[in-house]
């Protein structure tokens, strides 16, 4: 089993700044991809973006130039920093890794932190 535990949410002012951490520890070999996702009220939750164990990124158009994923691969934690927030940002945030393992790939989510961008 693995354990994802995020930090890093809360209340900004638009155009502030955040930056969200995400701690995976437990039994694990390695980790593949790791990234972040946000859902907002009424919302399906939607991909923000990832990163993979190489480096190579991906992020959803709404968010390209204003968040940076970077991970430690050394600490197994992921991290979203987030500029020039907007109050279209505020959802709960869900980070999640792919843990390899013998012959499997299973993902975990963390427990979700709130991020509220108020206008």
């Known amino acids: 089993q693995a354990q994802l535990v995020e930090s890093g949410g809360g209340l900004v002012q638009a155009g502030g700044s955040l930056r969200l951490s995400c701690a995976a520890s437990g039994s694990i070999f390695s980790i593949s991809a790791m990234g972040w996702y946000r859902q907002a009220p009424g919302k399906q939750r939607e991909l923000v973006a990832a990163i993979s164990s190489d480096g190579s990124t991906n992020y959803v158009g709404s968010v390209k130039g204003r968040f940076t994923i970077s991970r430690d691969n050394a600490k197994n934690t992921v991290f979203l920093q987030m500029n020039s927030l907007q109050p279209e940002d505020t959802a709960v945030y869900y980070c999640?890794?792919?843990?390899?393992?013998?012959?499997?790939?299973?993902?975990?989510w963390g427990q979700g932190t709130q991020v509220t961008v108020s206008s």
């Open positions: 999640h890794a792919d843990v390899m393992r013998v012959g499997a790939r299973t993902r975990y």
